[in-house]
């Protein structure tokens, strides 16, 4: 694994935990700790249409753009990376 892969990795890595951790607080402020806690277990796609409800509802899409934005660069950076490196 080269730089790139790994500078990659850890942008999609830590921007993911990052936007689960927002989601999961502005699920909580809205629904409750317990049900915030509930959804996330039964149900993973409520940290999506979490980050689209607090866009579409507060303006507030930091969000969706740090999920977006650390998948995007993450995976293109591991895709170029590994790209380079021949694997």
Not at 28 to 43: P, Q
Request: proline share 1%; charged share 5%.
């Amino acid at each position: 694994m080269n730089f790139l892969s790994l500078a990659g990795f850890l942008i999609f890595a830590i921007g993911g935990l990052w936007g689960s951790i927002a989601s999961f607080g502005f699920l909580a402020d809205k629904i409750g700790f317990f049900w915030a806690l509930v959804s996330m277990i039964l149900a993973p796609v409520s940290l999506t249409i979490s980050a689209i409800w607090a866009g579409a509802s507060e303006g507030n899409w930091s969000i969706l753009a740090i999920g977006v934005t650390s998948t995007v660069v993450g995976l293109g950076l591991v895709g170029i990376g590994s790209r380079n490196s021949g694997q």
